[in-house]
Antibody, heavy 119, light 110 residues
Framework: VQLVESGGGVVQPGRSLRLSCAAS????????MHWVRQAPGKGLEWVAV????????YYADSVMGRFTISRDSSKSTLYLQMNSLRSEDTAVYFC?????????????WGQGTLVTVSS | QSALTQPASVSGSPGQSITISCTGT?????????VSWYQQHPGKGPQLIVY???YRPSRVSSRFSGSKSGNAASLTISGLQAEDEADYYC??????????FGGGTKLTVL
């Protein structure tokens, strides 16, 4: 299992950024996927989840209405569209694969991509 | 929703046992047997070490064990080793179909 995040960088407040997570080594379309972030020197914060078929999506209150999670199974890629970015969105963003049938068990993680929101 | 409550730090000597607590509410830990624990070394991504309260992935040492009582969960590491020094996070599925993490605990092996 390999998950490789990309798309991070420096962006001004109020602007947008799209993160990608390229998956390999497993049948991507069979697994729900998550985004989790970690601000510098801080703890883990769950961001969003998308079901294996993309039909269900849930978000943390802190990103609801600004971030959109999506997936393209033909490309084995997970996305996070981030709009109206704020300084508090500065973090390393990890994608993770969910294992099991319920309970949000995150058994495989990428190495993360850093997003810095600053003017 | 506020993070689950964990102690900021714990420490122990090699060979000793330590326990990290994780306190939530009836809407998360107390309502489901979906508590997980993650280990994170500096500069690395998190790694699952316990899931569904007390189960371990096959690659994880039996020195790691988890339990739950009411709205609180705990992780016990026995026979502490130097490589156990890391940050540890609990998580729980919630009634809103979201996931909540604890604030993290830094384990120091003396």
């Amino acid at each position: 299992v390999q998950l490789v995040e990309s798309g991070g960088g420096v962006v001004q407040p109020g602007r947008s950024l799209r993160l990608s997570c390229a998956a390999s080594g497993f049948t991507f379309r069979s697994y729900a996927m998550h985004w989790v972030r970690q601000a510098p020197g801080k703890g883990l914060e769950w961001v969003a989840v998308i079901s294996y078929d993309g039909s269900n999506k849930y978000y943390a209150d802190s990103v609801m209405g600004r971030f959109t999670i999506s997936r393209d199974s033909s490309k084995s890629t997970l996305y996070l569209q981030m709009n109206s970015l704020r300084s508090e969105d500065t973090a390393v963003y990890f994608c993770a694969r969910e294992d099991g049938e319920a309970g949000y068990i995150l058994n495989s993680w990428g190495q993360g991509t850093l997003v810095t929101v600053s003017s | 929703q506020s993070a689950l409550t964990q102690p900021a730090s714990v420490s122990g000597s090699p060979g000793q046992s330590i326990t990290i607590s994780c306190t939530g509410t009836s809407s998360d830990i107390g309502g489901y047997d979906y508590v997980s624990w993650y280990q994170q070394h500096p500069g690395k991504g998190p790694q699952l070490i316990v899931y569904e309260v007390s189960y371990r992935p096959s690659r994880v040492s039996s020195r790691f064990s988890g339990s739950k009582s009411g709205n609180a969960a705990s992780l016990t590491i026995s026979g502490l080793q130097a490589e156990d020094e890391a940050d540890y996070y609990c998580s729980s599925y919630t009634s809103r179909s979201t996931l909540i993490f604890g604030g993290g605990t830094k384990l120091t092996v003396l």
